[in-house]
Nanobody, 126 residues
Framework: QVQLVESGGGLVQAGGSLRLSCAAS????????MGWFRQGPGKEREFVAA????????YYADSVKGRFTVSRDNAKNMLYLQMNSLKPEDTANYYC???????????????????WGQGTQVTVSS
């Protein structure tokens, strides 16, 4: 069982930065593949970024590549998303997710993740 709690969301002007955090509790964080997803108003949930258990492999949606950076600290059971050069279209509720069981991992597929946080709202004003 893994519990995930996101924080760090807020209101920021276009071009600004935010750092999201996801605190994980329970067993197996360091072996879990972790992802960030977001869901804007009237939109489906979409993949943002993901990171392997060791942190050695990262994956990004094309829309955030070069602007967002995903990282993790396994000693602290923490996942992060550094978001720079924010745009109004980045406005969404951001969720962290953990994949603890998949044999073959598809980082961008929500169904591969078995634990989800409650989300943190990010609003980017123009």
């Amino acid at each position: 069982q893994v519990q995930l709690v996101e924080s760090g969301g807020g209101l920021v002007q276009a071009g600004g930065s935010l750092r999201l955090s996801c605190a994980a509790s329970g067993r197996g964080f360091s072996s879990s593949r972790m992802g960030w997803f977001r869901q804007g108003p009237g939109k489906e949930r979409e993949f943002v970024a993901a990171i392997s258990g060791s942190g050695g492999s990262t994956y990004y949606a094309d829309s955030v590549k070069g602007r967002f950076t995903v990282s993790r600290d396994n000693a602290k059971n923490m996942l992060y998303l550094q978001m720079n050069s924010l745009k109004p279209e980045d406005t969404a509720n951001y969720y962290c997710a953990a994949d603890t069981v998949s044999v073959g991992w598809h980082p961008d597929r929500p169904n591969d993740y078995d634990y989800w946080g409650q989300g943190t709202q990010v609003t980017v004003s123009s």
